[in-house]
């Protein structure tokens, strides 16, 4: 059984920085594409990253987080990760964790077809 499991989320101040944390069974990152999604209210499902075939894999940024998120993996742990530097306050949102199986990174979330529970992060002015 495919499960995904987001945590890390919470409050923090404008420009500093948090990691959120993405646990997987049932994967093999080497098969994946994994990918970060965040939803603000009444905003749509956005990708923020994602990550195919393991740490060493291509990336993906979207300009709104680009230089200051980095995605990562550690396979051995079936965790991936994403590092949130310098937030801003339009990076206040519920952030997601999802996976599908393919050898290269997709940017639409009804390409995904595994979902972790959202991890809420607030940024504060």
């Known amino acids: 059984e495919v499960q995904l499991q987001a945590s890390g989320g919470g409050l923090v101040q404008a420009g500093g920085s948090l990691r959120l944390s993405c646990a997987a069974s049932?994967?093999?990152?080497?098969?994946?594409?994994i990918a970060w999604f965040r939803q603000a209210p009444g905003e749509e499902r956005k990708v923020v990253s994602c990550i195919s075939s393991g740490d060493g894999g291509p990336k993906y940024y979207p300009d709104s987080v680009q230089g200051r998120f980095i995605i990562s993996s550690d396979n051995a742990k079936n965790r991936v990760y994403l590092q949130m530097n310098s937030v801003k306050s339009e990076d206040t949102a519920v952030y997601y964790c999802?996976?599908?199986?393919?050898?290269?990174?997709?940017?639409?979330?009804?390409?995904?077809?595994?979902w972790g529970q959202g991890t809420q992060v607030t940024v504060s002015s």
């Open positions: 999802a996976a599908q199986k393919s050898p290269w990174c997709v940017r639409g979330d009804i390409m995904y077809a595994y």
């Open positions: 049932g994967i093999s990152f080497d098969d994946y594409a």
